[in-house]
C-alpha cells in the first residue's frame, strides 16, 4: 500500500514563493514515477512535474516551467515541489502522486492522471492578488 503524505500549502501573495513536500516509504519513491498535479475549482486535474528518484531526472509542465521545480531528498524520503513567482491563477489543490510510469512523447514526459496509483490528500495553495 502507497501513503503518500503532503505539507507546505498555505495563503501567500502574489509574486511570493512556496515549497510543497511530500514524504512517502523508500520503496514507493523507487518503485513508481513520482510527481506532483494540481486542481483548480471546475478545472481538470493537471500535471505540473515528475521525477525518476534513481537518477532524479525531471520533467516539468510547459505552463510552470522556469517558475515550479520538483526535486527529491534520498537521505528523507521527500518529494518537494518549489515555486516561485505565484500568481493567482496558481490557486489550486496541490497533490502529489505515485505512477505506474511516465509517458514520453517527443514533446517530453509527463504522469497521466489514468496511470496514478495513489494520490496525497492535496495541500490548498492559495494566491492572493
Known amino acids: 500500500q502507497v501513503h503518500l503524505a503532503e505539507s507546505g500549502g498555505g495563503l501567500v501573495q502574489t509574486g511570493d514563493s512556496l515549497r510543497l513536500s511530500c514524504v512517502s516509504a523508500?520503496?514507493?519513491?523507487?518503485?513508481?514515477?513520482m510527481g506532483w498535479f494540481r486542481q483548480a475549482p471546475g478545472k481538470d486535474r493537471e500535471f505540473l512535474a515528475a521525477i525518476t528518484w534513481r537518477t532524479k531526472n525531471t520533467d516539468v509542465a510547459d505552463s510552470v516551467k522556469g517558475r515550479f521545480t520538483i526535486s527529491g531528498d534520498s537521505a528523507t524520503n521527500t518529494m518537494y515541489l518549489q515555486m516561485s513567482s505565484l500568481k493567482p491563477e496558481d490557486t489550486a489543490v496541490y497533490f502529489c502522486?505515485?505512477?505506474?510510469?511516465?509517458?514520453?512523447?517527443?514533446?517530453?514526459?509527463?504522469?497521466?492522471?489514468?496511470?496514478?496509483?495513489?494520490w496525497g490528500q492535496g495541500t490548498q495553495v492559495t494566491v492572493s492578488s
Open positions: 523508500e520503496h514507493t519513491f523507487y518503485n513508481y514515477a
Open positions: 502522486a505515485a505512477a505506474a510510469g511516465l509517458t514520453c512523447t517527443g514533446f517530453g514526459c509527463y504522469l497521466l492522471s489514468d496511470d496514478v496509483i495513489a
